[in-house]
C-alpha cells in the first residue's frame, strides 16, 4: 500500500498526489522516473501526480528548432513526446504513472483515453472541448476556428506511462507566443479565464478524478485487469 499524507490520497489503489508548490521541471522529471522503476518492480503502485511548474518551456521528440521564436527564453530537452510547450503557473499538469500491462495495451488508445478524460472535465464547466485529426490535444472552437486548451505530451516504457497532460487554467498565454506551440503554426491557445470560466485548481482536480474513474475505471477498456 501507499503512504498517506495530506497531499497523498488512494483511490482504486491509485496514489493520487497534489503539490501545492510550484515543482521545477526536472525534479519532477527524476521523480516520475523513479516511480516508473519501483512500478515495473511493482513496489509500487501506480501514480497520478497533480502539479504546476516553474515558468519554463520545452521541447519532445519530435521539436524542430526552428520553432522556437524567442532563443533567449530558458527550455529544456525532455524525453516525452510531442514538440515545443510551456509550462507555468496557472496550468494543471497532470503526471500518470500507469501500467498498461495490467490495462490496455494500445499507445492510440491511451492518447485518446487522455482526451476523452479532458473533454469530460470541460464539459463540467460547459466548455465543449473537441479533438482534431492528426493534432493531439484539445480544442475549443470559436468563430475565428480552434484554440488549444489541452495539450498532450507521454512517454511509455516497458508498458509504464509517464509525463501526460497539461491544461491551461490561468496561465499567461502570452508565454506562447515564444514559441510554436505544439509544432501547428497559425493555431491559437485559450484558457478557462479567458473563456470566462473562472475555476480554482482544486476544482479542476475534483472534475479531473470523478472523469479519471468513468475514463480508466472498471467499466472502461482501461480498467485494471
Known amino acids: 500500500m501507499c503512504n498517506l499524507t495530506k497531499v497523498i490520497i488512494l483511490i482504486n489503489e491509485i496514489e493520487w498526489k497534489t503539490s501545492n508548490d510550484l515543482v521545477e521541471y526536472n525534479f519532477a522529471v527524476s521523480e516520475m522516473q523513479k516511480r516508473v522503476l519501483k512500478i515495473k518492480k511493482n513496489s509500487k503502485c501506480e501514480m497520478i501526480w497533480l502539479l504546476e511548474h516553474n515558468s519554463i518551456f520545452t521541447a519532445g521528440t519530435s521539436a524542430k528548432l526552428e520553432d522556437l521564436k524567442n532563443s533567449n527564453v530558458n527550455f529544456l530537452y525532455t524525453g516525452r513526446g510531442g514538440q515545443w510547450t510551456w509550462h507555468g503557473p496557472g496550468q494543471r499538469v497532470v503526471y500518470l504513472m500507469l501500467n498498461l500491462k495490467n490495462r490496455l495495451q494500445d499507445v492510440k488508445a491511451y492518447v485518446y483515453a487522455l482526451e476523452e478524460l479532458i473533454i469530460l472535465t470541460l464539459k463540467d464547466f460547459y466548455i465543449d472541448g473537441v479533438r482534431i485529426n492528426g493534432q493531439p490535444g484539445v480544442w475549443v472552437k470559436d468563430n ?44 491559437g491557445v485559450t484558457s478557462f479565464y479567458k473563456l470566462g470560466k473562472k475555476i480554482s485548481l482544486k476544482e479542476l482536480d475534483i472534475s479531473l478524478k470523478k472523469n479519471f474513474n468513468k475514463v480508466f475505471g472498471n467499466e472502461s477498456l482501461f480498467k485494471l485487469k
Open 144 to 187: 475565428n476556428g480552434c484554440d488549444k486548451i489541452a495539450a498532450l505530451g507521454i512517454r511509455i516504457s516497458s508498458w509504464i506511462t509517464f509525463h501526460g497532460i497539461s491544461i491551461n487554467v490561468n496561465p499567461n498565454l502570452d508565454e506562447f507566443n515564444n514559441i510554436v506551440p505544439c509544432g501547428i503554426k497559425n493555431s
